[in-house]
């Protein structure tokens, strides 16, 4: 069969504890080790196309950040979280669908290390593609009777969609382009982090209170993580984020590094960047152009020192939980600071 067997899954997932990031994960290496048979079992109920496609995509090496925090946002003591495995793999197969769809919008050639969908088979393979994945994701979310989760990821699904629409229609000669930046990632990547953390909290009992404490962990964690892969966009060649290098300015890509760039450089530089994300020029020389003006500009550093902002933010909401185990407490704070650790 397709799916992950145990005893892979637990290689598997012990080769990924290797990486900065998974190291955080020993707690609920058990259930993630589930959640991985789950996402292998849901596509292999499908028919045949789709169980090709799902093959090619659920086995790609993602690091499953958002199930991740959604068991470990659940997790108490004495709690059975196997209940909840099909919420988390319900969650990643939502995360999948949306990079279904952002290769499409960006048309990307590289994803977690393989060519995308969209380029090994088409743009109305993968879209369908990730629609099927979203469909599975709802019939999930129906499957638990739950109003109060389905909000939650409905909600992560409207941010998506808006934080997407919003960055379409920007003007990347606005002044206020930073900010702008800010709302988009925060509706993106943030929402996306806040919303597991809080339906995690829901399903384990938390109070109100706790569910926007995690939600606004989840949110600082996952602006931090955004801006961290920008940062690798031009520094990781792959490792990391499983992108070439240079990859989203070469998709023109508007992120945190171009942006200070642009604000900082002189205004031949500026004119310079200006044409090329217009795509008034775009041949080799004013590619490596831009790569150049970011590198040697302060755009990186500033990125980073953005990117401990968030991370520390993070941090000091954890002391606001109450009812929050020491050993969980020192894993969502070794999260944030590992994530910052991702810097090459």
């Known amino acids: 069969m397709f799916y992950v067997e145990h005893a892979i899954a637990k290689v598997y997932l012990q080769d990924r504890g290797r990486e900065i990031l998974a190291d955080n994960w020993r707690m609920i290496e058990k259930e993630l080790i589930l959640v991985e048979k789950r996402l292998g079992q849901i596509i ?25 925090l959604f068991l ?6 004495g709690l059975n979280l196997k209940p909840y495995i099909d919420i988390a793999a319900a969650l990643e197969l939502m995360h999948t669908a949306s990079l279904l769809h952002d290769d499409v919008i960006d048309q990307a050639s590289i994803r977690r290390g393989k060519e995308t969908v969209h380029r090994k088979w088409s743009n109305k393979i993968a879209v369908l593609c990730g629609d099927y994945i979203l469909s599975q994701v709802y019939k999930i979310l129906v499957e638990q009777r739950s109003w109060r989760l389905m909000d939650v990821v409905v909600g992560i ?7 997407e629409i919003e960055q379409a229609f920007a003007d990347y000669a606005s002044p206020n382009i930073e900010e702008d930046y800010f709302k988009w ?3 993106k990547s943030a929402s996306f982090f806040a919303g597991c953390c809080e339906a995690g909290s829901l399903v384990g009992g938390g109070e109100p209170e706790e569910l926007i404490l995690w939600a606004e962990y989840g ?36 992120t945190l590094p171009l942006i200070r760039t642009m604000q900082t450089a002189d205004k031949e530089t500026a004119k310079l960047l200006n044409n090329y994300i217009k795509q008034k020029d775009s041949n080799a020389d004013y590619f490596n152009h831009a790569v150049q003006a970011v590198l040697t ?3 990186l550093e500033y990125t980073y020192q953005k990117a401990e902002e968030y991370a520390t933010a993070s941090i000091n909401t954890i002391s606001k939980m109450k009812s929050i ?12 600071r590992d994530l910052l650790g991702r810097r090459k």
């Open 44 to 68: 292999e109920t499908a028919g045949p196309e789709i169980k090709m496609l799902g093959s090619y995509i659920i086995t790609s090496a993602g690091k499953r950040i958002r199930p991740a």
């Open 157 to 163: 699904v409207q941010n998506l969609a808006e934080g």
């Open 219 to 254: 949110y600082n964690l996952g602006v931090a993580f955004q801006i961290i892969d920008d940062y690798l966009d031009y520094s990781d060649n792959g490792k990391e984020t499983g992108k070439p290098l240079y990859g989203d300015l070469n998709n023109r890509v508007i």
């Open 185 to 187: 990632i925060g509706k």
């Open 325 to 336: 185990s020491v050993k969980k407490a020192e894993l969502l704070e070794g999260l944030a």
């Open 297 to 299: 500009g302060d755009g």
């Open 72 to 77: 470990t946002a659940a997790s108490s003591s």
